[in-house]
């Protein structure tokens, strides 16, 4: 039984592919297996749902991600492409409540290259000059690119392997169902003969 379950292709992210069970009679030698062998599909359909929620949670943060890094990398770019001394900003407090500040976008006379300070998660924020802000968004954006399409590859891939396992689990039932009416209708038929 297990040995199906190993012998499956994995993505490249190692998430194991469902089989496919053509007939269950070949795969289930033993009727009597039959609660444990169910179990078995079932406890791998729980599995793929619950990786396909986890997935799908994380493209929605990286959905929510994305657009803030592009944010922050244009606002750095206009820091540094800027051609006046000072730019003066508006921005975003909190939900309802924005400011203006002027912000210094050339060096100053001792030669201090503008810094920006950057959110790095975890209630930690860094200061940066520009132009590292700039390489360091830029290499977050397309970590963050990269990590949202091989997300949504494996919620992709987990959706099939869902359908997979469903299928095979519908099947695997509709077969015990037809043994046991085929059993009942032999015992009714050897009781009639008697």
Known sequence: MDSIFNSTEKNP???????????????????????????????????????????????????????????????????????????????????????????????????????????????????YPVPEALELLAQKLKDAEQSLELATEDVEFLRENITTMEVNCARLYNWDVERRQAQRAAEATKDLKI
Not at 23 to 48: A, C, H, W
Not at 72 to 81: A, I, M, N, P, S
């Open 13 to 127: 992210r190692g998430i194991p592919a469902a089989p496919f069970v053509e007939d269950p009679e070949q795969f289930i030698k033993d009727p009597s297996d039959f609660e444990m062998v169910f179990g078995k599909f079932q406890e791998r359909l729980s599995m793929y749902k619950y990786m396909q929620e986890s997935k799908a949670a994380s493209v929605k943060q990286l959905r929510v991600r994305i657009p803030d890094i592009e944010h922050t990398l244009r606002v750095c770019e206009r820091l540094q492409e800027s051609a006046e001394p000072e730019l003066e900003l508006n921005y975003q407090l909190n939900d309802t409540l924005y400011t203006r500040a002027t912000v210094k976008t050339a060096a100053d006379e001792s030669g201090e290259v503008p810094k920006v300070g950057l959110w790095l998660g975890a209630d930690v924020m860094l200061e």
